[in-house]
């Protein structure tokens, strides 16, 4: 019902910012929850940041600060602004939906975010 692709990944210094993008097609009127989780090398998948319906929003402790979470206009597409990125953020970053209608979960293959000098 739900297809998910993330993009906007790639090299950066610490410091700098990127911007991924999660696209979500199909049937976007059932999504209730769209967020964004990572995952290290060796480490289990963490959630990073999440946007629900009402405007609600939460970040892990480690990027509270440095990482804004937002969507476009049509609904279709949510972002995930990072900024000040640490070396410790490097992961493959993965867009996770919630359906209500009917209940499931999708996720995006994951876009690769590497910190370094």
């Known amino acids: 019902q739900v297809h998910v692709v993330e993009s906007g990944g790639g090299l950066v210094q610490p410091g700098g910012s990127l911007r991924l993008s999660c696209a979500a097609s199909?049937?976007?009127?059932?999504?209730?929850?769209m967020d964004w989780y990572r995952q290290a090398p060796g480490s289990q998948r963490e959630l990073v940041a999440t946007?629900?319906?009402?405007?609600?929003?939460k970040y892990a402790d480690s990027v509270e600060g440095r990482f804004t979470i937002s969507r476009d206009i049509a609904k279709t597409t949510v972002y995930l602004q990072m900024d000040n990125l640490k070396p410790e953020d490097t992961a493959v970053y993965y867009c996770?939906?919630?359906?209500?209608?009917?209940?499931?979960?999708?996720w995006g293959q994951g876009t690769q975010v590497t910190v370094s000098s």
């Open positions: 996770h939906v919630r359906h209500s209608r009917p209940p499931s979960d999708y």
């Open positions: 946007f629900t319906r009402g405007s609600f929003s």
């Open positions: 199909g049937s976007i009127a059932g999504i209730s929850v």
